[in-house]
C-alpha cells in the first residue's frame, strides 16, 4: 500500500482498490476537443440534426473512482472554462484533425500547473509527438490503463507514457456515462458500444491497428440491459419536456415526437463494423424487437445480399445504416484492400436496403490513384438514381498509422503536414490522375450537387417512411454544405471523360468475330462464350502532364504520356462503331489529349465495325487534333483486319496521327 495523504489506495495488475475516500473529492475534467475556429463546425440546429456524441470520454468516466467529480465537456456543445479549479484533465485525441487542439487545450491547463493526460487513436501512433505536449500520453484502448493512471496520480508517480497490454474485455464494460452528456445538444445520445474491431484491413483505415483485426463482442444480455436503461430514461426526460416548461418547449418536443424525429427510442450503435459476425447480430436484433426502439449502425453494404438478415435488423427496429461504399470505380476498390465491395452488385444490396425501409448513408471517398475527373458526376449521379437517402463524401487522407500513410509517405506524395487539415476535407496529397485542385474543387462539387434541391427530392420521395426525419437531415447538411464549402466546379475535361463513358445498345449479332484473345481466356477457363448486347465504353485518365504540377510535386509517372484511355467491352457492331466515332472526333477536338483505345476486354466485333474505326478519312480528321493509338487490335481482330487493305488505313498496335 501506498499512502498520499489524501487517500490510500494498492493496485496489481488486475485490481485496484480504494482503502480510504477524501473528505475533499477531487475534480476531473474531460475534454472532447473541437477547434472554435474550424470552418466545419456544426451549428446548433446542424449539430441537433446530424451529430451524436462520442463514446470514448463517457466510457473514461465510466471507470473513474466514486471519489472524484467529473465534468464533461464537449466544445463542439460548450466552450472550455480555463479557470476551472480541477486537479486533472483528460483529453481525447481520438481524430487527427483535432489533435492540435487537443494539444493546445492540455498547454493551457499545464501553464497553470495542472496535470493533464491524452489519449486516443491519433496519439497512439504519435506518442512521441503527443508527449511534447501533455504530462501523460495513454497508448491504446483506455479501460485497464485509466484506473491505473488515477491511482498514479493520487499517489504522485503518474508515468509519462502507459501502454495498453491486451485488448480489454468487453464482457467487463462498463456501461459509459452519457448523463454526463447535454441530452438536447445531438441528434441523439442514446449511443451504445456493442462491438470492437474489425478483421478488415482496408488501407486508408485506423480502425484495425488501433483496435485489432478480430472483432470483439459484449454479451447480448448487457447490451439489451444498458438499452432498456437508456430508453427509460430519455422518454422520462421527454415527457417532462412535453408537460413542463414554456409552451414553446413543450410544442417543440410533442412535434418531434409526432414526427418520429426523437421520441426517446432512437439509438445509434457506435461500432466500427457492426455485422462482424452472423450469428451475433442474429442474436442481437433478435433480442432487441420486444424493446420496440429505432436504432442505425455502420455495416458493409454486402448485408444486402443477406435479404434475411436485412429483414431482421429491420423488424428489430433498424431504420438506417452507414456503409463503406468508398467508391464506385472498381479499380479504386481494389487499391482499399475491400474485395468484398462488388460495384456490380451495388444497385440489388441498395436495393435490398431499401425495401426493408432502411435508409443508406454511404461513405464516400474521392482522390483514389484510379479516379479522374469524371469521378463526381459519376459518382454523384450514381446515388441520386439508386435513392442514396444520404451521403457523407470525403477527400482521401493518408492517417498516422495506415497503410495509406506509410504508403504516400515513402512515395514522397504527402504535401501538407498540417493535422488539423486532416479531416478528409481537405487534399493533403499529390493525386495520380488529377490536380490538387480540381480534387478540391470536384469534392466541394459533389457536396453541393448531391444536398440540392433537386437532389433531395429525387432521392427521397420514393418511400413514405420516415420522411420528415430523412427531409430534416438532408435540409441540415444542405445548410452545412451552403455555410461552409465553395460551390466548386467540374473540370471540362470531366465533362469529356463523362461523355465518352457511355454503355450503347448492340443490333447486329450476325457474323460476329470473337476477340481471339478473349476466346482463348475462355477457353482456358472452361468458359461458354456469351453474346452481350452492348458496347460498354470505360474511360480513365492515365495521368497528369507534368506541366499541370508544380515543381514540387513528386515524378509519379515521369515516362508516361498524358492520355484518355478507352477500354472496349461487349459487343461492337457498326453503330456502336459510328458512335464511338463520333464520340471520340468530338472529345479529341475539345479536349487535345492523347486517346488510347484499348480493344482486349472486348468480346466480339462486326467487320463493319471495324472497317468503320479504321476508316481513313475518320483518322485524318483524328489526327489533326490529337494521337490516337488501338492497342491489342491485331492480335484480338486479325481475321477482320484481313479484309480491310493495307490502302485504306493504318491499323495494329501504333499510334495514329
Not at 182 to 194: H, K, N, P, V
Not at 225 to 239: C, D, G
Request: proline share 5%; with cysteine; net charge neutral.
Amino acid at each position: 500500500m501506498v499512502s498520499s495523504g489524501l487517500v490510500q489506495v494498492g493496485y496489481d495488475a488486475s485490481s485496484i482498490t480504494v482503502a480510504a475516500v477524501t473528505s475533499r473529492k477531487r475534480r476531473l475534467l474531460l475534454i472532447e476537443p473541437y477547434p472554435d475556429d474550424s470552418p466545419y463546425r456544426f451549428t446548433e440546429g446542424e449539430r441537433r440534426a446530424l451529430w451524436f456524441p462520442k463514446l470514448s470520454l463517457p466510457v473514461i468516466a465510466a471507470y473513474t473512482p466514486a471519489h472524484w467529480d467529473i465534468t464533461f465537456i464537449d466544445e463542439s456543445v460548450d466552450r472550455v472554462d480555463f479557470d476551472l479549479d480541477v486537479d486533472l484533465v483528460g483529453i481525447s485525441a481520438q481524430m487527427t484533425c483535432y489533435a492540435p487542439r487537443a494539444y493546445q487545450l492540455s498547454q493551457k491547463f499545464r501553464a497553470r500547473g495542472i496535470k493533464t493526460v491524452i489519449g486516443g487513436t491519433h496519439v497512439s501512433y504519435c506518442a512521441e509527438e503527443a508527449g511534447r505536449y501533455t504530462d501523460t500520453v495513454m497508448i491504446g484502448e483506455s479501460e485497464d490503463l485509466w484506473p491505473r493512471v488515477i491511482a498514479d496520480f493520487e499517489a504522485g508517480r503518474m508515468q509519462p507514457v502507459y501502454r495498453m497490454e491486451q485488448f480489454p474485455n468487453l464482457d467487463e464494460y462498463r456501461n459509459p456515462r452519457v448523463d454526463l452528456l447535454r441530452q438536447d445538444a445531438y441528434m441523439t445520445s442514446s449511443c451504445i458500444q456493442t462491438t470492437r474491431g474489425c478483421h478488415f484491413e482496408c488501407e486508408f483505415c485506423s480502425v484495425s491497428p488501433f483496435n485489432g483485426k478480430n472483432s470483439r463482442r459484449r454479451p447480448v444480455a448487457h447490451v439489451v440491459a444498458e438499452v432498456q436503461r437508456i430508453k427509460e430514461r430519455r422518454r422520462s426526460q421527454i415527457m417532462d419536456k412535453m408537460l413542463t416548461g414554456p409552451y414553446s418547449q413543450r410544442f417543440l418536443a410533442s412535434f418531434k415526437v409526432f414526427t418520429g424525429i426523437e421520441d426517446g427510442t432512437i439509438f445509434a450503435i457506435v461500432d466500427d463494423l457492426h455485422n462482424s459476425s452472423r450469428t451475433y447480430c442474429k442474436e442481437l436484433w433478435t433480442a432487441l424487437k420486444p424493446l420496440k426502439i429505432k436504432w442505425g449502425a455502420q455495416c458493409t453494404l454486402f448485408l444486402g445480399d443477406e435479404p434475411d438478415m436485412v429483414k431482421l435488423a429491420a423488424e428489430s427496429g433498424c431504420v438506417s445504416m452507414f456503409v463503406g461504399m468508398e467508391s464506385i470505380v472498381e479499380e479504386s476498390i481494389d487499391e482499399t484492400n475491400k474485395p468484398f465491395n462488388r460495384v456490380a452488385q451495388y444497385e440489388k444490396e441498395i436495393k435490398c436496403f431499401h425495401d426493408h425501409g432502411i435508409m443508406l448513408n454511404p461513405g464516400v471517398i474521392f482522390g483514389f490513384d484510379h479516379d479522374d475527373e469524371a469521378v463526381f458526376p459519376r459518382t454523384v449521379e450514381f446515388l441520386i438514381k439508386n435513392k442514396m437517402e444520404l451521403a457523407y463524401f470525403n477527400i482521401m487522407t493518408p492517417l498516422p498509422g495506415t497503410p495509406l500513410f506509410d504508403r504516400m509517405k515513402a512515395q514522397g506524395r504527402i504535401f501538407d503536414d498540417n493535422w488539423e487539415h486532416y479531416d478528409g476535407k481537405h487534399v493533403v496529397f499529390w493525386p495520380k490522375r488529377m490536380s490538387p485542385e480540381i480534387l478540391q474543387e470536384g469534392f466541394f462539387w459533389a457536396n453541393h450537387h448531391f444536398f440540392g434541391y433537386p437532389s433531395i427530392f429525387r432521392r427521397l420521395f420514393y418511400t413514405r417512411q420516415r420522411i420528415p426525419a430523412r427531409l430534416a437531415m438532408n435540409l441540415a447538411f444542405q445548410h452545412l454544405v451552403k455555410r461552409t464549402a465553395p460551390k466548386g466546379s467540374l473540370s471540362p475535361l470531366s465533362q469529356i471523360i463523362q461523355s465518352l463513358h457511355v454503355k450503347l445498345p448492340a443490333f447486329a449479332t450476325e457474323n460476329l468475330i470473337p476477340n481471339t484473345l478473349h476466346a482463348l481466356k475462355e477457353k482456358a477457363a472452361g468458359a461458354v462464350g456469351q453474346i452481350d448486347r452492348f458496347l460498354q465504353i470505360k474511360v480513365k485518365r492515365a495521368d497528369i502532364q507534368r506541366g499541370e504540377l508544380p515543381a514540387s510535386a513528386p515524378a509519379l509517372q515521369p515516362e508516361a504520356h498524358s492520355a484518355l484511355q478507352l477500354d472496349l467491352e461487349g459487343t461492337l457492331d457498326e453503330s456502336g462503331a459510328k458512335e464511338l466515332r463520333r464520340r471520340l472526333l468530338q472529345a479529341v477536338r475539345q479536349a487535345r489529349l492523347d486517346i488510347v483505345v484499348n480493344f482486349e476486354p472486348l468480346r466480339y466485333a462486326t467487320p463493319q465495325a471495324v472497317h468503320a474505326l479504321l476508316d481513313s478519312e475518320y483518322l485524318r480528321a483524328l489526327k489533326a487534333h490529337a494521337s490516337v493509338k488501338f492497342i491489342n487490335l491485331t492480335q484480338a481482330f486479325q481475321s477482320a483486319l484481313d479484309r480491310i487493305t493495307p490502302q485504306q488505313t493504318v491499323w495494329g498496335d501504333e499510334t495514329i496521327g
